[in-house]
C-alpha cells in the first residue's frame, strides 16, 4: 500500500512530545512490513536542517507560496516531505509556540495551509505520480485532512489517531471564515463546537477509522471524565474507535547500545547500571550512594502529569529511604516549587529545568524507579522506556499506563509478570503509598530482580503495533468500493 502519513513533528527532525516518536517509529514498521511509506510534514527550520539532502519536487501558489522538498528520516530511507511555505514555517521558536512560550498567533492559518497540501498530496493532485491508498492524520493539527477530504469525489481512505484529546486545536468562529472553509463545514455534524471551531472534530467527525494510542484511553475519551464534551461524538463513532498502543523504537532506547549511557548493559548484563546510577548521582549533586532508591521522573511540569501530586506527597515520601531527581519544564509555579524543594533537601532532591534528551537517557538507566503520576496518559512512553533500561515505573492507573504496567502482587509477582506499581486515585496519599510499597520491594533484591527481568523482557517493538495498524488499513482498503465523500452525519 501507499500510505501517506501526516504530522506536524516527527523524531529526530523536531520533537515537543511522544507524538514526534510514534511518527517516526509506526512509518519505520510499516516501511518494514513491504509498505511504501511517505512522511509529510511541516518544513520548519530545525526539520529542513536535520532532513538530509533536500530536492525540490513540486511547487504551489494556489492560496499561498511553497514548494515541496524531499528528504530522509535521518539513519533510514523513509522519504519525508516537508510542505515549505516560508510564511508559515519559517521562523524560530517551536513548531506551536514562540520561544518565549505564547502559541503562534496564527497557528489555524498554519495549519490549514499544511493540511491543505496533504489533501493536494493525497489527491495525487502535485505531479508526483504516487497515488495515494491510506492517509494517516494525526492529532487537531491535521484535523482538516479528513474533512476536505470528504467533499471530493473520490479520495483515498482515511486513519485519524487520537494522541491526545486535551489539545483540540479550538479557534474563534470567525477563524473558520478567514479560512475560507466551504460552508458545509459549519454544522454541529461538522467543525462546529460550541460556537467555535475545532480542527480536531473535523478528524473526528470526517474520518473513515480513528484510532487512539492505547486501548484504556479509547475507553476513557467516551466518558464526561475524559472527552472534553467530545464523549457523544466518540461514543457514536465507538464501531470505528480502535485502541492500540503505541510501540518504541529499541533502535533509540535500548541500554545495550544507547550512546548516551555512562555505561551500557544489559538483561544477561546489568551490571553497568550501577556506573549509570552514580553517574546520575553525580550530575544532580547528590550524594552518591548505591543502596538508597533513586526516584526518576521526567516530563512537562504539569498538573496534568501530576508534578504537583509530587509537591503534596513530598512530606511522605521524604520518610522513605530515597532520593528524586526530575527533568522537565513547564508550568513556571511548578518549575519554582519544585526547584525549591530541590533547595531544601539539596541530598535528597536533584531538579534541572529543560529538556536533555542525553540525560533524558541516563536518567532512564540510572534510577532504580520511574514515578509517572499522570492524572491521564492516552499511552505514555516513558514507563515503557523504563522497564527495558529495568527502572520499575510506579503509575497512576488510568490509560496506557494499565495497559503497559502490571501491578504487583502476590500472584503477579508468582507469575512472572509483575513490572510495576499501580495507584489510584491521583491524590498524595495513594502516590505516597505505592511509592512506600517500591521502595519496600527495592529493599528485598530477589523480589526486585523479578520486577526488573520481567520489565526488560517486555516486547513493545512498533513491529506488533504496526501489524494491527496494517490490519486496519487492509479492512479500509478492501471497504474502499464505498462511496466517499458522503460521511454519517456525527453528533457532538
Known amino acids: 500500500m501507499n500510505i501517506l502519513f501526516a504530522s506536524s513533528e516527527v523524531f529526530p527532525l523536531i520533537?515537543?512530545?511522544?507524538?514526534?516518536?510514534?511518527?517516526?517509529?509506526?512509518?519505520?514498521?510499516?516501511?518494514?512490513?513491504?509498505?511504501?511509506?511517505?512522511?509529510?510534514?511541516?518544513?520548519?527550520?530545525?526539520?529542513?536542517?536535520?532532513?538530509?539532502?533536500?530536492?525540490?519536487?513540486?511547487?504551489?501558489?494556489?492560496?499561498?507560496?511553497?514548494?515541496?522538498?524531499?528528504?530522509?528520516?535521518?539513519?533510514?530511507?523513509?522519504?519525508?516531505?516537508?510542505?515549505?511555505?516560508?510564511?508559515?514555517?519559517?521562523?524560530?521558536?517551536?513548531?506551536?509556540?514562540?520561544?518565549?512560550?505564547?502559541?503562534?498567533?496564527?497557528?489555524?492559518?498554519?495549519?490549514?495551509?499544511?493540511?491543505?497540501?496533504?489533501?493536494?498530496?493525497?489527491?495525487?493532485?502535485?505531479?508526483?505520480?504516487?497515488?495515494?491508498?491510506?492517509?494517516?492524520?494525526?492529532?487537531?493539527?491535521?484535523?482538516?485532512?479528513?474533512?476536505?477530504?470528504?467533499?471530493?469525489?473520490?479520495?483515498?481512505?482515511?486513519?485519524?489517531?487520537?494522541?491526545?484529546?486535551?489539545?483540540?486545536?479550538?479557534?474563534?468562529?470567525?477563524?473558520?471564515n478567514r479560512l475560507k472553509l466551504p460552508q458545509e463545514l459549519w454544522s454541529v455534524d461538522g467543525l462546529e463546537f460550541h460556537g467555535r471551531l475545532s480542527l480536531l472534530k473535523g478528524g473526528l467527525v470526517f474520518a473513515d477509522q480513528l484510532t487512539t494510542v492505547s486501548p484504556s484511553y479509547a475507553k476513557e475519551i467516551q466518558t464526561p471524565q475524559f472527552g472534553y464534551g467530545l464523549e457523544g461524538l466518540l461514543r457514536h463513532r465507538a464501531k470505528d474507535l480502535h485502541g492500540i498502543l503505541n510501540g518504541v523504537d529499541y533502535r533509540q532506547w535500548?541500554?545495550?547500545?544507547?550512546?548516551?549511557?555512562?555505561?551500557?548493559?544489559?538483561?544477561?548484563?546489568?551490571?553497568?547500571?550501577?556506573?549509570?546510577?552514580?553517574?546520575?548521582?553525580?550530575?544532580?549533586?547528590?550524594?552518591?550512594?548505591?543502596?538508597?532508591?533513586?526516584?526518576?521522573?521526567?516530563?512537562?511540569?504539569?498538573?496534568?502529569?501530576?508534578?504537583?501530586?509530587?509537591?503534596?506527597?513530598?512530606p511522605w515520601l521524604l520518610q522513605q529511604p530515597l532520593q528524586l531527581v526530575i527533568l522537565g519544564s513547564g508550568d513556571k509555579r511548578l518549575e519554582s516549587e519544585l526547584l525549591a524543594a530541590g533547595r531544601r533537601h539539596p541530598e535528597r532532591i536533584g531538579v534541572k529545568i529543560g529538556y536533555d534528551e542525553a540525560l533524558a537517557h541516563l536518567l532512564e538507566a540510572g534510577a532504580d524507579i520511574f514515578l509517572m503520576p499522570s492524572r491521564f496518559e492516552p499511552c505514555g512512553l516513558n514507563q515503557i522506556y523504563s522497564q527495558r533500561y529495568g527502572t520499575v515505573p510506579v503509575v497512576h492507573r488510568t490509560g496506557g499506563l494499565i495497559d503497559s504496567v502490571v501491578d504487583t502482587t502476590p500472584e503477579t509477582l508468582a507469575a512472572g509478570t509483575a513490572t510495576g506499581f499501580h495507584f489510584s486515585p491521583a491524590e498524595p496519599e495513594p502516590l505516597a503509598q505505592a511509592m512506600a510499597r517500591a521502595v519496600e520491594y527495592y529493599q528485598q533484591p530477589e523480589y526486585w530482580h523479578r520486577l526488573v527481568d520481567a520489565g526488560m523482557r517486555a516486547d513493545f517493538s512498533w513491529q506488533r503495533s504496526a501489524a494491527q495498524y496494517l490490519a486496519l488499513y487492509e479492512t479500509l482498503r478492501e471497504t474502499a468500493a464505498k462511496q466517499p465523500g458522503q460521511p454519517n452525519p456525527q453528533k457532538r
Open 15 to 176: 520533537k515537543t512530545g511522544g507524538l514526534a516518536d510514534v511518527s517516526a517509529g509506526l512509518p519505520l514498521a510499516l516501511q518494514k512490513s513491504g509498505q511504501d511509506v511517505r512522511i509529510v510534514m511541516p518544513g520548519y527550520p530545525q526539520a529542513l536542517a536535520r532532513g538530509g539532502r533536500l530536492q525540490t519536487v513540486a511547487e504551489f501558489e494556489q492560496d499561498f507560496p511553497g514548494r515541496l522538498l524531499q528528504g530522509r528520516l535521518p539513519g533510514s530511507r523513509l522519504p519525508v516531505w516537508f510542505v515549505d511555505i516560508p510564511e508559515y514555517f519559517q521562523r524560530a521558536g517551536g513548531p506551536y509556540a514562540t520561544a518565549g512560550g505564547l502559541d503562534w498567533p496564527d497557528n489555524a492559518e498554519r495549519f490549514a495551509a499544511f493540511s491543505r497540501v496533504v489533501c493536494r498530496l493525497a489527491q495525487n493532485r502535485l505531479g508526483l505520480d504516487w497515488p495515494v491508498d491510506i492517509v494517516h492524520a494525526n492529532d487537531w493539527q491535521t484535523g482538516l485532512v479528513p474533512a476536505l477530504l470528504s467533499r471530493e469525489k473520490t479520495r483515498p481512505a482515511s486513519v485519524f489517531t487520537i494522541h491526545n484529546l486535551a489539545y483540540q486545536g479550538l479557534f474563534p468562529w470567525e477563524t473558520f
Open 254 to 314: 535500548n541500554p545495550a547500545r544507547d550512546p548516551h549511557l555512562a555505561a551500557n548493559y544489559s538483561r544477561t548484563r546489568p551490571q553497568g547500571k550501577r556506573t549509570n546510577k552514580q553517574a546520575l548521582q553525580q550530575c544532580f549533586g547528590l550524594p552518591q550512594n548505591a543502596h538508597i532508591a533513586l526516584v526518576g521522573m521526567v516530563g512537562r511540569m504539569v498538573e496534568q502529569k501530576g508534578f504537583d501530586l509530587v509537591l503534596h506527597a513530598l
